[in-house]
C-alpha cells in the first residue's frame, strides 16, 4: 500500500487554505475518512464517482479499499495534490476538472457515488440522481455528507416537521438511511452545524407512477403543507376526485400523507 504524506502536511504544501465559496470544509481523520468508504461495502474492483475530492481525503480512503476512483473537482489549486495520489494509486484514479452540477464523467453504470459537498451543490445532484423515469439508475449507492438537518429531511416519516419533498423523492423508489453522525468539529474548518452521511440504494419502481406526476403531486401539495389537500391539490386536474376514489380524506394535509400514499396519488393521475 501507497505510504502517504498526512493530509494536513498536503494541504499546507500545495498551499489549500479552504475556501469559503467553494464551501470548503476539509476532513483529516483518516479512521473516520476509511469509515466513510466502507459505508457503500466492498469497494475492491468497483467504479466510484466521487464529486468534490478537494485535497483528496475521501479519495485516498476510497483508493485504498481498492476502488476505481472518478473524482470531479472545480478547485484547480488542488490538481496537483490530486495528481500525486494518482501516481500513489496507478491506474486507480482518474480527475476530472469541472463542476459537478454540469461535467459530464462518462461512467456507465453500475458505480456507486460518494461525495462530500458544500451544501446547495449537494442537495442539487442530489435531487438529480433521484429524479426522472429512467430507474434503475446507473448508480449502485449514494453515500454523501449533507448537513444533519437536511439528512433528516431525506429520512423523515411521515408526520413529522422534517418530512417533505425531499423525503418522498428519496424514499418512493429507494432505500435512504443515515449511516453515521459526523461531528463538526471533525472537519477543518469546523462549519456551524453537524453532519451526517446518508446512504441510498435504489429499490423497485412502483408499477404504473410516472416520477414527474409524482413530484407535480409533491410540489402542489407541500408548495402549502398547512393548507388541506383539497386546497393545496385544487390546481391539479383529476386530483380531488382521485383522493375520494383513494378514501384519502381531503381535509389532511401533507404532512400526514405516507410515501405510499403520495405513491398512489401519483398512479391515479398518470395517464
Ligand atoms: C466540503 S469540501 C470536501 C473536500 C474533501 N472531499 C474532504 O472530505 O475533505 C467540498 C469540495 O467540493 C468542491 N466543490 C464545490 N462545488 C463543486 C462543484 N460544483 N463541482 C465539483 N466540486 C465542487 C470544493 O472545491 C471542495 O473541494
Request: glycine content about 12%; cysteine-free.
Given at each position: 500500500m501507497a505510504d502517504l504524506p498526512p493530509l494536513r502536511?498536503?494541504?499546507n504544501r500545495?498551499?489549500?487554505f479552504a475556501s469559503k465559496a467553494l464551501g470548503q470544509n476539509f476532513l483529516f481523520d483518516e479512521q473516520l475518512l476509511d469509515r466513510i468508504a466502507a459505508?457503500?461495502?466492498k469497494l475492491k474492483g468497483e467504479q466510484v464517482l466521487e464529486v468534490g475530492p478537494g485535497p483528496g481525503g475521501l479519495t485516498r480512503a476510497l483508493l485504498r479499499a481498492g476502488a476505481q476512483v472518478t473524482a470531479i473537482e472545480m478547485d484547480r489549486r488542488c490538481l496537483p495534490a490530486l495528481a500525486e495520489l494518482a501516481e500513489a494509486f496507478p491506474g486507480q484514479l482518474r480527475v476530472i476538472e469541472g463542476d459537478a452540477t454540469k461535467v459530464d464523467h462518462g461512467l456507465e453504470g453500475p458505480y456507486h457515488v460518494v461525495a462530500n459537498?458544500?451544501?446547495?451543490?449537494?442537495?442539487?445532484?442530489?435531487?438529480?440522481?433521484?429524479?426522472?423515469?429512467?430507474?434503475?439508475?446507473q448508480w449502485a449507492s449514494l453515500t454523501l455528507m449533507f448537513q444533519l438537518e437536511v439528512a433528516q429531511r431525506i429520512i423523515a416519516?411521515?408526520?413529522?416537521?422534517?418530512?417533505?419533498?425531499?423525503?418522498?423523492?428519496?424514499?418512493?423508489?429507494?432505500?435512504?438511511k443515515i449511516a453515521m453522525k459526523v461531528h463538526r468539529s471533525a472537519f477543518t474548518p469546523p462549519p456551524k452545524v453537524m453532519s451526517a452521511v446518508?446512504?441510498?440504494?435504489p429499490a423497485a419502481m412502483?408499477?404504473?407512477?410516472?416520477?414527474?406526476?409524482?413530484?407535480?403531486?409533491?410540489?402542489?401539495?407541500?408548495?402549502?403543507?398547512?393548507?388541506m389537500l383539497r386546497q393545496s391539490l385544487k390546481g391539479l386536474p383529476g386530483a380531488l376526485e382521485a383522493l375520494e376514489s383513494l378514501g384519502i380524506d381531503p381535509?389532511?394535509?401533507?404532512e400526514t400523507l405516507s410515501v405510499a400514499e403520495f405513491v398512489s396519488l401519483a398512479r391515479a393521475l398518470t395517464a
Open positions: 502536511d498536503v494541504i500545495h498551499g489549500l459505508i457503500p461495502g459537498l458544500p451544501y446547495n451543490v449537494g442537495t442539487a445532484l442530489f435531487v438529480g440522481w433521484l429524479s426522472g423515469e429512467g430507474w434503475p439508475p416519516e411521515a408526520g413529522s416537521d422534517a418530512y417533505g419533498r425531499l423525503a418522498v423523492l428519496a424514499q418512493w423508489r429507494s432505500n435512504a446518508v446512504h441510498v440504494t412502483p408499477d404504473g407512477v410516472s416520477a414527474r406526476m409524482l413530484e407535480r403531486v409533491t410540489e402542489a401539495a407541500f408548495g402549502q403543507r398547512r393548507k381535509a389532511r394535509r401533507a
